[in-house]
């Protein structure tokens, strides 16, 4: 219950900014370096606003495998900064393999 109040409170957080439309590409999504059972519970270790921030930006929106100027994970990024005091999101770690997986 916990985590489907906080990925309902960051969604509506993310969906209330005004950010312009991307063109329509269809663009095949690359396979997750960490799967979705791995994904899920990654941000156990977090409280409060910390925890709604970090299961938007690592679970529900998976921010590590788009790409690093997409807007809404940028204001998540700064949230869950602001939140946890500059801790490190859990998914960091998946970011930097999944950019040398697009890389090759």
């Known amino acids: 219950m916990r985590r489907a109040l906080a990925i ?3 969604s509506a957080v993310v969906l209330s900014v005004n950010v312009p439309a991307a063109p329509a590409l269809i663009i ?14 990654m941000c156990d270790a977090f409280d409060g606003l910390a925890f709604t921030f970090c299961v938007a930006l690592c679970e529900a ?6 790409d ?4 809404r994970c940028g204001l998540l990024r700064d949230g869950f900064a602001t939140a946890s005091s500059g801790a490190t999101p859990p998914c960091a770690d998946t970011a930097a393999s999944s950019a040398s997986l697009r890389a090759s």
């Open 8 to 10: 309902v409170f960051a």
């Open 28 to 41: 095949p999504a690359p396979e997750p370096p960490v799967s979705l059972d791995e994904r899920a519970g």
């Open 61 to 66: 929106r998976a921010c590590d495998l788009l």
């Open 68 to 71: 690093a100027d997409d807007a």
